[in-house]
């Protein structure tokens, strides 16, 4: 009897865990697995947390792209690095063990590629008009991944500022909650200058087609984590995200999937979809889903060690830690067919869609939500009149949303549930299903008289109506909204009645619950037409076709 024992080699063992780190491959059926193998160390990489081996990496990248494809290996070290640049057809593997560090310009003797020149920069921040100033960056490219179960740390080297926006309107610039904008405007100039050379991002992505990123970590990825931006066929996926800004931005992306990731951004958006004019065209971002995610607002770094510590208690916008998962506030172009779904929110604002720019957004589909200490709105649905964009921009339109199996524990008191609108253009055809919210409560009769201004050009945030006068669903200009099954209600005492209706037509509560105190009524009502309640508040069945102002019950 004759036995065999298989060779052991180091190659095998690579390829091996190359099969198992591609499994999601970037185009279905390419061979990853059997590619060639680029070592960076062959390269003249040292990997020991002191000499810059962004060279190393590059010349390693442009060799795997020179023989048609092939994957770049970081084997366990600390890789000092300035800007890294991707090439079609090629895998960046940060191999477990393997930390590729953002080198700061200040103090390692170099910097990172210069931030290319972009006529269409006026509408949108500089963090969102260029992508060469990167750690990592990839401009038409195609069939590209980063892998690996490594760590990628931008804590020392990646900056988390830049440049607002050149375009400026009234209120629209920045959240309301931050007071007044500067009276001595930017010198843009001179403001360019100050990123001369600074990375701001951690990855950047501009025009790519089939891209893959997966099992990595990042530590303080700056402006961005992930900046995409018109990227066709992109996966992401069990990514752990621990950062001092923005997690994913996806902006005018079609094909997108983001799955089984944790994003922790105490002082920005987790997951936030946008459609800016950086492209220079209004591009629709479509075709998304986002599954199985977790988002939090914790002190920065306490997620990917585990202790999830809580001290921090405002986002540098003064309201509470953000973390959230959104749709906007960049919605030039439209957002379409997009499902969020069985993802948890911990310590952080709540899910929310924001149409302001002339975007249409529309076909959205959110279920299996549950969130705990929500720091804004655990839902917010905002159709405004920001207009971000060239002369002649109009109101878009929010539109055809189902929303369901929502839970959120110890929400924010101040501003309820929103769904708002703007005089002449309601968002439409909502339906909200299958809801539990508890609020802390301690609303005043006070905040039941407020009436909150429309404020139509103001950046989108909560916030930006102050305390609303209900304490669990305000809802202005809207047509189409179907409630169906929620139970609203408060941990402490609370003055306000549960719901306030303003210029509402066309809407159906079935079977909504939510305590309110002995003389406050289930829910106020003003301009209120073809209003259908079953078995809600108290009341078995009203019809009221048209109102001006009263209550429920009367």
């Keep these: 009897m004759i036995s065999f024992r298989p060779m052991i080699t180091r190659r095998n063992i690579l390829a091996f865990a190359l099969t198992l780190s591609l499994s999601l491959a970037v185009t279905p059926g390419r061979a990853y697995a059997q590619s060639a193998i680029y070592d960076v160390h062959n390269f003249g990489a040292k990997g020991d947390g002191k000499t810059v081996d962004s060279d190393a990496i590059n010349k390693a990248i442009d060799a795997a792209a020179a023989a048609g494809g092939g994957t770049v ?30 080198a700061d310009p200040a103090k390692d003797g170099g910097h990172y590629d210069s931030p290319e020149p972009n006529p269409h920069d006026l509408y949108q921040d500089f963090g969102h008009s260029h ?41 629209g610039g920045r959240p309301v909650s931050m007071g007044p904008a500067p009276t001595q405007p930017q010198d843009p100039e001179a403001a360019l200058r ?38 066709d066929n992109l996966t992401i996926d069990n990514l752990k995200v621990d950062t001092n800004r923005d997690g994913f931005d996806i902006d005018a992306c079609r ?11 105490p002082n920005d958006d987790a997951i936030v979809l946008k459609t800016s004019l950086a492209l220079g065209e209004a591009k629709a ?38 973390g959230r998962i959104k749709l906007g506030t960049e919605s030039n172009g439209a957002f379409r067919n997009i499902t969020v779904s069985n993802c948890v929110f911990d310590r952080s604002r709540g899910f929310a869609l924001e149409s302001v720019d002339g975007s249409v ?40 949303v189902v929303i369901s199996n929502i839970t959120a524990y110890n929400a924010e008191p101040r501003f309820a549930s929103i769904i708002s609108g703007v005089p002449g253009h309601p968002i439409e055809d909502v339906t909200i299903s299958n809801v539990r919210i508890l609020y802390r409560g301690g609303g005043t009769a006070e905040d039941a008289a407020r009436k909150p201004e429309e404020r139509e050009e103001t950046y989108p945030e909560p916030s930006m109506f102050g305390t609303v006068p209900a304490y669990g669903l305000f809802v202005r200009h809207a047509r189409g909204l179907t409630l169906r099954d929620i139970v609203l209600g408060t941990m402490t005492a609370d003055a306000r009645p549960p719901i306030v209706l303003q210029d509402v037509q066309n809407l159906r509560l079935d079977h909504v619950e939510a305590p309110h105190p002995a003389g406050v009524p289930f ?30 019950p009367k």
């Design 361 to 400: 957004l529309e076909d959205i589909t959110v279920t299996n939500l549950t969130m705990r200490d929500v720091t804004t709105s655990p839902l917010f649905l905002r159709l405004g009149g920001r207009l971000r964009g060239p002369d002649g921009t109009q109101v878009g339109a929010l539109r055809r």
């Design 131 to 171: 992508w060469q100033n990167s750690l990592i960056w990839g401009i038409d490219v195609e069939d590209v991944a980063i892998v690996g179960l490594g760590l990628i740390d931008g804590t020392h080297g990646l900056t988390r500022s830049g440049p607002g926006a050149r375009w400026s309107r009234g209120a």
């Design 285 to 322: 971002t479509e075709d998304v889903t986002i599954t199985n995610c977790h988002v939090s607002g914790f002190d920065i770094g306490t997620m990917l060690d585990g202790t999830y510590k809580a001290t921090q208690r405002n986002a540098p916008d003064r309201d509470g830690a953000t």
């Design 255 to 265: 094909n997108v999937r983001i799955s089984n990731s944790y994003v922790n951004s």
């Design 194 to 231: 100050r990123m001369e050379g600074l990375g701001n991002k951690t990855i950047a992505l501009k025009r790519a087609r089939n891209v893959t990123l997966k099992d990595f970590s990042v530590l303080n990825g700056g402006h961005f984590a992930l900046l995409a931006t018109g990227v």
């Design 523 to 552: 829910a106020v009502f003003r301009d209120i037409a073809d209003l259908v309640l079953r078995d809600s508040g108290g009341v078995a069945d009203l019809r009221l076709e048209k109102g001006d102002t009263g209550t429920i």
């Design 73 to 102: 290996h970081l084997p366990a070290g600390r890789y000092l690095s300035f800007s890294i640049r991707l090439k079609s057809h090629v895998a960046l593997w940060i191999d477990i063990g393997a930390v590729l560090v953002a």
